[in-house]
């Protein structure tokens, strides 16, 4: 219905294509034929991952014009490269004098309290990812020729299967973790996307329990390789759209046995891979120790040799043709050499590497995190504790005299508390030209200063900010509540900008899958009963999937996060209560005075929503026994049938005894004997 059936080959056979699709038995090839056109490539047209033909002349000329290009990147990104280098130092606890005060165990100081901030607010940041279930949320893009209620299936294909696949396929939660951390410490994730077809003989035993089977396994799957910051190459680097960039690639450093695998899936000649695997560089077989992981890397170099091979995604001229062109290239640096240059073999066209970046900076492909933040604090704090002492030190003295031609001339540019002078005659070298009072005034006088501070300004220092390692400013309590009133903005600022960037690496992760797995993928998927975890296959879409769907990355709220579904429905508990309280008092009135008959019927409502409202807040409490002990009205059995007609008719005959006790007291008060009485209730004497 709706649809359109063009020739796919161009020549009239578009029976003959039907039906051989028909043949297929393949209803979903069919129902996409039928959806919208086939196209197929033309004959001309070059297809994705075709290899460049290019002289050796031009590989040298492009290898020269890449490597200076690196050299460039290298040097603009170095500056950034070593900021990040004593953020990842301070936060793995190696202490650095830098960033530190001139206090006891200052440098210690400043480590913890950067890991501390870098945790709270990677474990913040996961949480809000990790507690959304669907995390991923795909919504069709409706377009001619593209029924809604297939657009609709689709997607929700797509949603279900992309939810799976992310948690099992690719281990999400493992990867998204420390990616959290990066981002967090550094402010900027690179993850690289890339579908391996593998496969694997397993055994097994058989029922018999004696006999071993063997299958191969098809272990073909989309990786999320997170990159590391450094060996990223964003060209250049204040695009913000990496896949507008110029350059994207990265550098990945390979053992012998990697590196040969990685050639043969490459594809790199034979005679190329085994001049890298002769070429010696001695810069990059140095003794290299990483104190953050206690791992000599020096070691590694000299007993095996390491290969460092270079890819770069280009999106520019290639040499002195007149277009430019997507291409990739495998470039190894240290020779200068290319071992394969290719077009693009994507079929969208992109490069693989997607950033996550949490507070984006002007002009930059890179953000900053809070590790940017405190260290920059640490630098302040480091500034003006010194700054301060230097200040209060004129109170214990101001000059030093150093007797000329001595050793302690030589050996001494500032005296400092604790410093070694190698002096044969200290009495005469160095002689202190006191000013002020004792060194152990400092600590007074710098108390003194503080207390100052305190009694012109009546606020006290954590309230003004020196208590804190980001707020500085010293500013009033009025002050202080703004900023924290603002940082919820700001976080909510950083949560879009991470969403965005997370959007497009799912989105990139559909269109790999959609490439490498036409005929379909297996995944399990487990339903509403978690207990029981199903073997699916999902085959997925054909056509441009950036133009069919909307992908969105969910916010833990009360329709995707199990945790704030239940502090809703506590919220939601609490105004039921105080509405329910009140709706009693006015509906009780109005119906007492309007219908009376109804009061009963209305406090059954009132009751059953209450009930089922307290079972649904216990069972997402996880209590599983406490639904069934809340009280409920009991249906009548026969036993109380009778009491209740007993009663019944115990209420009439005490109306009709009341009735004629009103009829004998009004005819004695007009016949004029006795005194007038009030009736009494039935069951007590009348007077």
Request: proline share 5%; net charge negative; aromatic share 6%.
């Amino acid at each position: 219905e709706g649809a359109r059936v063009v020739d796919p080959l161009g020549g009239g056979g578009v029976g003959a294509s039907v039906l051989g699709m028909i043949g297929a038995q393949d209803p979903l090839i069919l129902q996409e034929a039928l959806r919208q056109p086939t196209e197929f490539p033309s004959p001309r047209r070059d297809n994705p991952g075709d290899a460049i033909s290019l002289t050796d002349e031009e590989e040298a000329r492009l290898a020269g014009e890449l490597c200076s290009l690196l050299q460039s990147h290298d040097q603009m990104m170095q500056g950034r490269w070593d900021v990040e280098e004593m953020i990842r130092d301070a936060y793995a606890l190696k202490p650095s004098r830098q960033t530190a005060g001139v206090q006891q165990g200052a440098e210690n100081l400043s480590s913890e309290l950067l890991m501390t901030l870098v945790d709270q607010s990677a474990a913040r940041l996961a949480t809000m990812f990790l507690d959304a279930s669907p995390m991923i949320q795909v919504k069709p893009i409706v377009k001619q020729g593209m029924a809604g209620d297939l657009a609709a299936e689709l997607s929700s294909g797509w949603e279900a299967f992309m939810n799976a696949y992310f948690e099992r396929g690719t281990r999400s939660r493992s990867w998204i973790k420390r990616s959290m951390v990066r981002l967090a410490m550094v402010g900027t994730s690179a993850q690289r996307l890339e579908w391996r077809d593998d496969s694997l003989e397993v055994f097994y035993y058989a029922e018999d329990g004696k006999r071993k089977n063997a299958r191969s396994r098809d272990r073909g799957r989309l990786h999320i390789d997170l990159i590391f910051n450094r060996d990223m190459v964003v060209w250049p680097p204040s695009c913000f759209d990496w896949q507008e960039c110029e350059v994207a690639g990265h550098r990945c450093t390979h053992s012998l046995s990697a590196w040969r695998i990685l050639a043969r899936r490459l594809g790199v000649p034979a005679k190329k891979a085994e001049m890298v695997e002769r070429f010696e560089d001695a810069s990059r077989r140095g003794q290299a120790t990483d104190a953050r992981t206690m791992i000599d890397r020096g070691q590694m170099a000299l007993t095996e040799k390491q290969y460092t091979i270079t890819e770069l995604w280009c999106a520019r001229l290639l040499l002195d043709r007149p277009e430019p062109m997507r291409y990739r290239v495998i470039l190894h640096e240290d020779s200068k050499t290319i071992l394969r240059i290719e077009k693009n073999p994507l079929h969208s066209q992109k490069h693989p590497y997607y950033p996550i970046r949490s507070k984006v900076t002007d002009e930059s492909s890179w953000a900053n995190g809070v590790g940017h933040e405190a260290l920059q604090a640490q630098y302040l704090d480091s500034a003006l504790l010194n700054l301060q002492v230097d200040g209060l030190m004129a109170t214990a003295y101001s000059l030093v005299g150093i007797k000329t031609n001595s050793t302690a001339e030589v050996m001494v540019q500032r005296p400092s508390p604790g410093q070694v002078i190698p002096t044969e005659n200290p009495r005469e070298d160095i002689v202190p030209i006191e000013l002020g009072g004792e060194p152990s005034g400092i600590a007074e006088a710098q108390a003194a200063a503080e207390y100052r501070a305190r009694r012109g300004t009546g606020i006290p220092a954590l309230a003004s900010g020196q208590g804190d390692p980001v707020m500085r400013s010293g500013a009033g309590t009025g002050a202080v509540l703004a900023l924290l009133q603002e940082a919820g903005r700001k976080l909510k600022f950083i949560d879009d900008t991470i969403r965005d960037d997370w959007e497009a690496l799912v989105l990139g992760a559909m269109e790999h899958i959609a490439q490498y797995a036409p005929e379909g993928v297996y995944y399990a998927y487990a339903g509403d009963n978690a207990e029981v975890v199903s073997l699916m296959r999902f085959i997925p879409s054909r056509g441009n999937l950036e133009e069919m769907f909307h992908v969105k990355v969910a916010a833990p709220n009360a329709d995707t996060s199990y945790e704030a579904l239940r502090q809703a429905y506590l919220m939601i508990w609490q105004f039921a209560m105080n509405h329910l309280q009140m709706a009693m008092q006015l509906g009780g009135s109005i119906l007492q005075m309007e219908n009376p008959a109804g009061i009963v019927a209305f406090q059954r409502q009132v009751f059953d929503f209450s009930t089922s409202l307290a079972e649904k807040v216990i069972r997402l409490h996880n209590l599983v026994d406490l639904p069934e002990k809340l009280p409920r009205i009991p249906p009548a059995t026969p036993q109380d049938m009778v009491i209740n007609q007993l009663q019944g008719e115990l209420q009439q005959v005490h109306v009709t005894l009341q009735q004629q006790a009103e009829q004998i007291a009004q005819f004695q008060a007009q016949a004029g004997v006795g005194e007038r009485t009030v009736p009494q209730p039935f069951g007590e004497e009348v007077a």
